[in-house]
């Protein structure tokens, strides 16, 4: 059974920081592509950062130099390290994992909860 298991969310006050963690199961993490997206009340679920299997990452304009996606493959985890965070970065940010050649998958985490607030 793959998981994806998403930590790290919070309350967190504007200009601070947050890590989140997506501890995934199995043995595929390494050939899996992991990505973070996020969706808040109301909206899409939208991407938000990504990471290749040869460490490529990509971001969405809204957290480039702010947010910082990384994996650790001896550990299973990809991160998300957040930072100067602003109100509108509140959502509820899930864990994507996914392969487009065979084996092909596609797999969630349950999502953790990230709010920007004073």
């Known amino acids: 059974q793959v998981q994806l298991v998403e930590s790290g969310g919070g309350l967190v006050q504007p200009g601070g920081s947050l890590r989140l963690s997506c501890a995934a199961s199995g043995n595929f993490f390494k050939i899996s592509a992991m990505d973070w997206y996020r969706q808040a009340p109301g909206k899409q679920r939208e991407l938000v950062a990504g990471i290749t299997t040869d460490d490529t990452t990509n971001y969405a304009d809204s957290v480039k130099g702010r947010f910082t996606i990384s994996r650790d493959n001896a550990k299973n985890t990809v991160y998300l390290e957040m930072s100067n965070l602003k109100p509108e970065d509140t959502a509820v940010y899930y864990c994507?994992?996914?392969?487009?050649?065979?084996?092909?998958?596609?797999?969630w985490g349950q999502g953790t909860q990230v709010t920007v607030s004073s």
């Open positions: 994507h994992a996914h392969r487009s050649r065979w084996p092909r998958y596609d797999y």
